[in-house]
């Protein structure tokens, strides 16, 4: 067939799903496809900084945002009407893509609406088994349930791990009664592997604010009331694609809005200590990086305060509510903790994207 034409399209929950994305986009370009990135907000900023041969198109996210007062969980619980909305539109409007870009296959970050029975659909997700909220539990089965029929709807669900029992999703994505369309495909990390480059450390810490507002701009400021730490050098990273300049903020603490991908791998290559969300393509490049941690999962988010102690349980990365966040007595037992170090295996995500792309319509 003529250059396939793939469209893939992160959600816009957070940086992650779009960070995730960046090793998929390379290879596809390596192999010789033409990409067309749908996405919009910060995610299409960062997008368009990390490829300029990329072909980009608007295409509106969910705009989910937490509140100062009400529970993560529960506002939530209260935007599933409109989520379930967005999705049954962002279907309508993918057919239109696929018409006017003459798509041949779409790969969607966490979007259950972007799959067509007329072209390859493939889903990324590490949350088969999503979890609910502890007051939302019974539901648990009927929303599992949900799950996998969205996800039936695509051709295959690549799930971002590995299968078997050294993983890093835990029961997010292992266990009993998954979708029979499910591939593992390893480490999705936009840091490269093998790294053979020797940085020297300048930064003892980095501080990486993400996630949706306002919880962004609370980690963030709860992170400046305490830093720096016994003097420590410490870089502040804010999680706002843009500016990607390091600026002195006080002494011993620089900032930053945004680092590209090559410059972030640098400095983490050279073995600061981690202070971040739980987000799961966080894990996933700190697993590549082998950086130890101390993680601050989204006050109410359950996927990351589960990963965290999922995390903090395997003795890998130590884990501390936001509320509770003390950076003097939190950092040395952070250190005190293992790390990870994963590296993909022959015949992950690239022999799905090679198989997919041989067997195109």
């Known amino acids: 067939m003529k250059q396939a034409k ?5 959600l816009d929950w957070g940086l992650g799903h779009a960070t995730r994305c960046i090793p998929v986009i390379r290879y596809l370009m390596a192999k010789g496809a033409h990409v067309v990135v749908a996405a919009d907000g910060p995610q299409l900023a960062l997008l368009r900084s990390e490829f300029q041969d990329a072909e980009f198109i608007t295409f509106p996210g969910y705009g989910i945002k937490y509140s100062k007062t009400i ?4 506002k939530l619980i209260a935007d599933i009407p409109g989520i379930l909305f967005r999705i049954r539109q962002e ?3 993918l057919s239109e893509i696929i018409s006017r870009h003459s798509i041949h296959m779409v790969i969607s970050d966490n979007r259950y609406g972007l799959y067509n029975p007329g072209v390859f659909s493939v889903i990324i997700t590490h949350q088969v088994n999503i979890i609910p909220p502890c007051f939302f539990s019974a539901f648990s089965g009927l929303l599992h349930k949900i799950t996998g029929k969205m996800i039936s709807r695509f051709d295959e669900c690549w799930i971002p791990d590995f299968e078997g029992e050294h993983n890093l999703s835990g029961k997010l994505s292992h266990g009993h009664l998954l979708p029979v369309n499910i591939k593992y495909a390893g480490i999705l ?3 490269e592997s093998p790294y053979t480059v020797v940085t020297p450390r300048k930064y003892e810490m980095i501080a990486i604010v993400s996630g949706p507002e306002p919880q962004r701009s609370i980690f963030e400021e709860r992170l400046l009331a305490q830093l720096p730490v016994n003097e420590k050098h410490v870089l502040l990273i804010r999680g706002i694609p843009g500016n990607t300049d390091i ?3 006080r002494k011993y603490v620089d900032v930053a809005d945004h680092l590209p991908s090559g410059v972030l791998e640098n400095i983490l290559r050279s073995s600061p200590l981690v202070i971040s969300r739980a987000g799961y393509s ?3 490049d700190l697993s ?3 950086n130890k941690a101390l993680l601050v999962p989204t006050p109410g988010q359950t996927e990351q305060e589960y990963l965290a102690g999922y995390m903090a349980e395997k003795g890998i990365f130590y884990a501390v509510q936001q509320k509770k966040l003390n950076l003097k007595e939190d950092i040395p037992r952070a250190l005190q903790m293992s790390g990870i170090v994963f590296n993909n295996l ?7 994207i090679d198989n997919a792309l041989n067997n195109l319509k």
Request: hydrophobic share 40%.
């Open 282 to 284: 966080t894990l996933m």
């Open 71 to 74: 529970p993560a969980a529960l």
């Open 247 to 249: 600026k002195p903020m």
């Open 91 to 93: 279907n309508r409007l």
């Open 288 to 290: 590549r990086t082998g």
């Open 189 to 191: 990390s936009r840091f």
């Open 346 to 352: 022959p015949g992950q995500f690239t022999t799905l």
């Open 6 to 10: 793939v469209l893939v399209c992160p």
